[in-house]
């Protein structure tokens, strides 16, 4: 199940902030900026609404962390999550299987960030198409979903991630500007 917030703007911040595990406040608040701090409790919370909606869980969820800093949560090992956020929303993604996610906001990006970042067929697309900051967004935030599924984080073969055999559900808001991909194991 998907959980998005894409009106960061009308949150109220101390509000929020009650509602988090003293965890996550904690890390909301390493913020220094007002905005990361709402993006991170959203995201949060989105979780804590699948949690109630998916599963009954009223408690709020405390994290224990991977290998590579994938979090899971504390006495709950076959829930999957994956949480991610970008300049103007929040998501959440909850899956009985490992699950990856990521949202990101269109932008232009450098030449040199997508030769590094993506293969000779990536980058025809993103050249090819009309809206190339978009598909360039696009194609990241696959890359993205398919390493945070595996808890792997952002690895530098970043050229090679997608394989072509993915099936991900990416979603485009050209209203919001925004991306999300999400993918589970099969």
């Not at 829930?79 to 909850?94: D, G, P, Q, W």
């Not at 194609?139 to 072509?164: H, N, P, Y």
């Amino acid at each position: 199940m998907i959980y998005i917030n894409d009106d960061i703007a009308a949150l109220n911040l101390q509000a929020m902030l009650e509602q988090l595990s003293e965890q996550r406040r904690e890390q909301a608040l390493r913020y220094k900026h007002e905005l990361g701090q709402k993006l991170n409790a959203a995201a949060y919370l989105l979780l804590c609404e699948a949690l109630r909606s998916e599963y009954g869980i009223e408690e709020k969820p405390l994290f224990e962390y991977g290998e590579w800093g994938k979090p899971f949560i504390a006495g709950h090992p076959d829930i999957h999550f994956n949480l991610s956020h970008c300049r103007t929303a929040a998501i959440c993604a909850v899956s009985q299987r490992p699950i990856g996610v990521d949202i990101e906001t269109f932008h232009t990006a450098k030449d040199s960030l997508i030769r590094y970042t993506m293969n000779d067929m990536e980058r025809a697309r993103i050249a090819s198409s009309p809206h190339p900051d978009m598909e360039f967004t696009r194609l990241w935030t696959q890359k993205e979903a398919k390493v945070k599924l595996a808890g792997e984080g952002i690895r530098k073969d970043m050229k090679e991630v997608l394989s072509g055999e993915e099936k991900f559900l990416t979603v485009v808001n050209f209203q919001r500007r925004y991306v999300y991909s999400v993918l589970e194991t099969v």
